[in-house]
């Protein structure tokens, strides 16, 4: 086939795009295989994701890009026993908060729940995860590298996305160049390269975005999932407000409201979870882990890690939860896992120069 055919055959893509159109599985898979393989101009990618994020991804426009990513990903299969969790939002919800999933995944961990971690650098807020640990000293590449010995001996690894998505390398200057979250953020935590994970905590930023996610897990995978998101546009469970969570597991979809308040945690503004910059955001999740963060700070981690806890089967409620995560920054277990972390993988020194900074040693 020409070029003139595969040039018309795009203009057409892009044009029922823009129309609002949904794609079929086979042209999407087409579609992103040529953006992923570096077949199209900037300007071509850029029109495909606005078209997309204009329009509202379709299903089958998502499975399309979660199988063309996770084919060509690099997977691992930590050799353990039991649970394994991941737990990471999809970002582009232009609500700053600081690294709360980050944080409840050290705690979580510290609390008996193994974890893959899967992030990476923000394209459209202040901090990824990715920024705020390797702004404390991990090395991102050694880390990966040692990803499933890392599960398998501390509980927690981090899965650097561009190190297990190499592919995906060429895009990521125009995704941050784009500004605005796209397609690609919704993707991106169904894309965990690690193939016996049992179970995932997803954050979204609206309710639309759930559905759509949960009705992808249902056909994906066989794995427990809880979706959940803030009607404060937050892709985390919040203490400032109604939630909304979904469990997606053995072929159901079931929803529920989540109030703080019922667990003994008071109504915080949403102001007390945003940053103004990166070096804010570290601060504020060290915090976090340590223990010593203002109590708002500390209760919207400990919901969120009792997330985790309760999808990796660790507990089967979230008083239990909560009860338990709180424990783990109490008794400094999350401090030392996080310690562990960065010591076997990255830079002891800066992480201490990080907390005399903040004044936590």
Do not use: W
Not at 4 to 23: A, M, N, P
Not at 136 to 158: C, P, Q, V, W, Y
């Amino acid at each position: 086939m020409t070029n003139d055919y595969y040039s018309q055959g795009l203009s057409q893509t892009i044009t029922k795009l823009e129309r609002k159109i949904d794609l079929p599985y086979s042209e999407s898979y087409n579609m992103f295989k040529r953006i992923i393989n570096c077949e199209l101009t900037d300007l071509q990618v850029f029109s495909i994701l606005k078209a997309l994020g204009n329009k509202g991804e379709s299903i089958d426009e998502i499975i399309a890009l979660v199988d063309i990513i996770y084919d060509k990903a690099i997977r691992i299969t930590p050799n353990i026993k039991g649970s394994l969790i991941d737990n990471c939002g999809t970002g582009g919800d232009k609500v700053n908060t600081f690294n709360i999933s980050t944080a409840s995944s050290i705690v979580a961990s510290a609390a008996g729940c193994k974890i893959a971690k899967h992030g990476n650098r923000s394209s459209s807020g202040k901090s990824g995860s990715s920024d705020f640990l390797e702004g404390i000293g991990l090395d991102l590449i050694k880390a990966s590298e040692n990803a499933s010995r890392s599960i398998e001996t501390i509980g927690i690894g981090f899965l650097f996305a561009p190190f297990f998505h190499p592919t995906l390398k060429s895009l990521s200057k125009l995704r941050q160049s784009i500004g605005m979250r796209t397609i690609f953020n919704i993707v991106g935590p169904l894309c965990n390269p690690c193939t016996n994970l049992t179970g995932q905590v997803i954050g979204v930023y609206d309710r639309i975005l759930s559905e759509k996610i949960s009705k992808v897990a249902l056909k994906k995978h066989d794995r427990k999932y809880m979706i959940v998101y803030s009607h404060d546009g937050v892709d985390e469970l919040t203490n400032s407000g109604l939630n909304n969570i979904t469990i997606v597991n053995k072929g159901r979809i079931d929803k529920y409201k989540f109030f703080s308040t019922n667990f003994g945690i008071t109504i915080a503004p949403i102001e007390k979870l945003l940053i103004k910059n990166r070096e804010e955001s570290i601060r504020l999740t060290l915090q976090a882990i340590y223990g010593t963060a203002e109590k708002e700070i500390e209760d919207v981690v400990v919901i969120n890690s009792a997330a985790s806890l309760i999808t990796g089967d660790i507990v089967n409620n979230f008083k239990d939860g909560i009860e338990i995560s709180r424990e783990s920054i109490k008794t400094q277990k999350a401090r030392k896992k996080l310690e562990t972390l960065i010591e076997k993988y990255g830079e002891k020194e800066k992480l201490i120069e990080t907390e005399k900074k903040f004044e936590l040693s």
